[in-house]
């Protein structure tokens, strides 16, 4: 503040440096060699420091401040007092809170169980992996872990037959008539209601529209494309409908009817008995450049946004939200642990190497959930100690040992991580605001400090299981398979306009993203009564064979056709110039 106060003063000046006499501010605004880096030597040879490279500095410092909240705003949202994030009725009803959390009261008994389950961790691994064969510690590049590729499932024999079947009873079913069956059988129709105080629209007929509306936006053809199609509905009709009834939290209700409707009309001996695993992961979609969502992701190698979905393990999505490209995939993966409105009780979530952190693996473990990635660089990872002086107790893992984990900071700091943990699951504060203030590295704050620590130890206890379990590394690689092929659906469905978002609104591109959301659970809903429908029959049935049902999906697509009829009649002809028509050259 102390340099802000300095810029202000001078910015009217158009002096090179500033009054020997200014209280120039070094330590947490210049970087620690700044005299090789900003120094230069005036007429006197005095090293000085240039007042635009002062100010640069000084301006970098405060975003970065900000971002972690060291600094910040009275009366701001994103940028407020951190205070304000925290429940503000802590103290009063600390046990209630530790309750819902299912922690205990005392950080000792916190602390202790976690420094134990990782001893018996680390000795595990230790003691099995002169006899594990996928896994080997490597003194190369001070350290490395080589964890042997997975082989190969058996393939499934009878599932391509099942295939066929459906294909063979269902030909080319309308996706639209997929979305209208589920409607009739759920009428997940009812969620959406005006906020005008009186309508008289019958009821059928908005229901004929808001079907209409939702593949508009789902299949992203547009509403114009779609009652182009239908002789008796006018686009004026959708445009009133989709303006006056199809909102955010309206669309949000309809999926969450359809997928506890999913959850509740499987047949156990064909699915299995219920998961509580689901599978988070973003794709990237084409947008327009003149909206603030637009971004160019690199990894990718295009402009656009992102959706990030949570996919339970047979292809039932619970969650979904429309974020930028650069924004913080850990947040959206908390969010849609923590917001799906659902009947599914997640407890372990798949991720890739972008959606886990060490203060992810804190949180996750903090809020009840096991947060389980699959690590891009598996090689450089370190496996952290329980107590100081105890590397001597695991010597094949000596190459990738670490420090030992800081259990005093833990324990001084577990209310403080409590506090945040419970402002994560009421929502009092965004998720992803949370998350910026604690991964900035520059500012030293003590609860990121204790949830670091905590992260640090809980992921060397997964990374023990994960090395020493190849059930376990598969279970991962199939939940993350399942994820990828909802996204694989996506570009099938999400077909009109190049996949690309067409409007520049937030709102609407979120209204697209959810109603294509619920055009795919719908379609699930539908393939689930299909399958079931077809396994019913014992000769069926008794085809398949475990590596059938392990595998089965009701992500199918090739008997559906989402772009409606087409019609072909020779005898019919264009009505154009009629001297072409009658000389045979039309």
Same mark, same amino acid.
């Given at each position: 503040?102390?340099?802000?106060?300095?810029?202000?003063?001078?910015?009217?000046?158009?002096?090179?440096?500033?009054?020997?006499?200014?209280?120039?501010?070094?330590?947490?605004?210049?970087?620690?060699?700044?005299?090789?880096?900003?120094?230069?030597?005036?007429?006197? @040879?005095?090293?000085?420091?240039?007042?635009?490279?002062?100010?640069?500095?000084?301006?970098?410092?405060? /975003?970065?401040?900000?971002?972690?909240?060291?600094?910040?705003?009275?009366?701001?949202? /994103?940028?407020?007092?951190?205070?304000?994030?925290?429940?503000?009725?802590?103290?009063?009803?600390?046990?209630?809170?530790?309750?819902?959390?299912?922690?205990?009261?005392?950080?000792?008994?916190?602390?202790?169980p976690l420094k134990q389950t990782l001893q018996t961790s680390l000795s595990t691994l230790d003691s099995g992996l002169p006899k594990n064969p996928g896994v080997?510690?490597?003194?190369?590049?001070?350290?490395?872990?080589?964890?042997?590729?997975?082989?190969?499932?058996?393939?499934?024999?009878?599932?391509?037959?099942?295939?066929?079947?459906?294909?063979?009873?269902?030909?080319?079913?309308?996706?639209?008539?997929?979305?209208?069956?589920?409607?009739?059988?759920?009428?997940?129709?009812?969620?959406?209601?005006?906020?005008?105080?009186?309508?008289?629209?019958?009821?059928?007929?908005?229901?004929? /529209?808001?079907?209409?509306?939702?593949?508009?936006?789902?299949?992203?053809? @547009?509403?114009?494309?779609?009652?182009?199609?239908?002789?008796?509905?006018?686009?004026?009709?959708?445009?009133?409908?989709?303006?006056?009834?199809?909102?955010?939290?309206?669309?949000?209700?309809?999926?969450?009817?359809?997928?506890?409707?999913?959850?509740?009309?499987? %047949?156990?001996?064909?699915?299995?008995?219920?998961?509580?695993?689901?599978?988070?992961?973003?794709?990237?979609?084409?947008?327009?450049?003149?909206?603030?969502?637009?971004?160019?992701?690199?990894?990718?190698?295009?402009?656009?946004?992102?959706?990030?979905?949570?996919?339970?393990?047979?292809?039932?999505?619970?969650?979904?939200?429309?974020?930028?490209?650069?924004?913080?995939?850990?947040?959206? %993966?908390?969010?849609?642990?923590?917001?799906?409105?659902?009947? %599914?009780?997640?407890?372990?979530?798949?991720?890739?190497?972008?959606?886990?952190?060490?203060?992810?693996?804190?949180?996750?473990?903090?809020?009840?959930?096991?947060?389980?990635?699959?690590?891009?660089?598996?090689?450089?990872?370190?496996?952290y100690l329980p107590e100081p002086g105890t590397k001597a107790a695991y010597p094949n893992l000596q190459p990738v040992l670490n420090r030992a984990i800081n259990?005093?900071?833990?324990?001084?700091?577990?209310?403080?991580?409590i506090k945040y943990a419970t402002a994560l699951r009421l929502g009092t504060a965004e998720t992803e605001v949370i998350l910026k203030q604690f991964n900035r590295?520059?500012?030293?704050?003590?609860?990121?400090?204790?949830?670091?620590?905590?992260?640090?130890?809980?992921?060397?206890?997964?990374?023990?299981?994960?090395?020493?379990?190849?059930?376990? /590394?598969?279970?991962?690689?199939?939940?993350?398979?399942?994820?990828?092929?909802?996204?694989?659906?996506?570009?099938?469905?999400?077909?009109?306009?190049?996949?690309?978002?067409?409007?520049?609104?937030?709102?609407?591109?979120?209204?697209?993203?959810?109603?294509?959301?619920?055009?795919?659970?719908?379609?699930?809903?539908?393939?689930?009564?299909?399958?079931?429908?077809?396994?019913?029959?014992?000769?069926?049935?008794?085809?398949?064979?475990?590596?059938?049902?392990?595998?089965?999906?009701?992500?199918?697509?090739?008997?559906?056709?989402?772009?409606?009829?087409?019609?072909?009649?020779? @005898?019919?002809?264009?009505?154009?110039?009629?001297?072409?028509?009658?000389?045979?050259?039309?």
């Amino acid at each position: 503040m102390t340099a802000l106060t300095l810029l202000h003063r001078y910015r009217d000046s158009t002096r090179r440096y500033y009054d020997a006499d200014a209280d120039l501010v070094m330590e947490g605004v210049l970087p620690d060699d700044w005299p090789e880096r900003l120094g230069e030597p005036d007429d006197t @040879g005095e090293i000085r420091i240039n007042r635009v490279n002062y100010e640069i500095c000084v301006l970098q410092a405060l /975003r970065e401040k900000l971002r972690s909240r060291a600094i910040w705003v009275e009366g701001g949202r /994103r940028y407020g007092n951190p205070e304000q994030d925290l429940p503000q009725d802590f103290d009063a009803h600390r046990q209630v809170y530790y309750q819902e959390l299912k922690q205990p009261l005392e950080a000792e008994t916190f602390v202790e169980p976690l420094k134990q389950t990782l001893q018996t961790s680390l000795s595990t691994l230790d003691s099995g992996l002169p006899k594990n064969p996928g896994v080997r510690i490597l003194e190369r590049k001070n350290g490395w872990i080589s964890v042997s590729p997975l082989a190969a499932q058996p393939e499934p024999p009878n599932l391509q037959k099942l295939k066929q079947e459906i294909n063979h009873r269902w030909p080319l079913t309308g996706l639209l008539d997929m979305l209208k069956e589920t409607d009739l059988r759920i009428n997940f129709t009812e969620s959406f209601e005006t906020a005008a105080t009186r309508e008289t629209l019958d009821r059928n007929l908005l229901q004929r /529209r808001l079907l209409l509306c939702l593949y508009g936006l789902g299949t992203n053809t @547009g509403l114009q494309r779609v009652c182009a199609g239908v002789g008796d509905e006018a686009y004026s009709n959708l445009l009133y409908v989709k303006r006056h009834y199809l909102h955010q939290e309206h669309l949000r209700n309809a999926i969450a009817k359809v997928v506890n409707a999913v959850l509740n009309v499987r %047949m156990a001996p064909i699915w299995g008995e219920g998961t509580s695993a689901c599978a988070s992961d973003s794709k990237q979609f084409g947008a327009w450049d003149q909206n603030l969502m637009t971004e160019w992701h690199q990894r990718y190698g295009g402009r656009g946004v992102m959706i990030y979905w949570h996919v339970e393990k047979k292809s039932v999505c619970i969650y979904s939200q429309l974020k930028t490209c650069s924004s913080s995939e850990v947040a959206a %993966m908390l969010e849609g642990l923590l917001r799906h409105n659902s009947e %599914m009780t997640v407890e372990r979530n798949y991720v890739d190497t972008h959606g886990q952190s060490e203060i992810a693996f804190a949180f996750c473990h903090l809020l009840g959930f096991e947060l389980m990635p699959r690590l891009k660089r598996i090689g450089v990872q370190r496996l952290y100690l329980p107590e100081p002086g105890t590397k001597a107790a695991y010597p094949n893992l000596q190459p990738v040992l670490n420090r030992a984990i800081n259990g005093e900071l833990i324990r001084q700091q577990y209310d403080q991580m409590i506090k945040y943990a419970t402002a994560l699951r009421l929502g009092t504060a965004e998720t992803e605001v949370i998350l910026k203030q604690f991964n900035r590295s520059e500012t030293k704050h003590p609860t990121h400090q204790a949830l670091s620590e905590l992260g640090r130890a809980v992921k060397t206890i997964f990374l023990c299981r994960y090395l020493q379990s190849v059930a376990l /590394r598969q279970e991962i690689q199939e939940g993350l398979n399942v994820v990828e092929r909802w996204n694989g659906a996506n570009d099938f469905i999400f077909y009109g306009r190049s996949s690309e978002f067409a409007s520049n609104r937030h709102d609407q591109q979120e209204l697209s993203a959810l109603a294509l959301h619920l055009l795919q659970i719908s379609m699930v809903y539908i393939n689930t009564l299909m399958i079931q429908r077809v396994l019913s029959e014992p000769e069926w049935m008794t085809q398949m064979q475990p590596e059938d049902l392990r595998a089965l999906t009701p992500l199918l697509w090739q008997h559906v056709t989402p772009y409606g009829a087409f019609r072909l009649d020779l @005898g019919e002809r264009l009505d154009l110039d009629p001297h072409d028509v009658q000389g045979g050259s039309a």
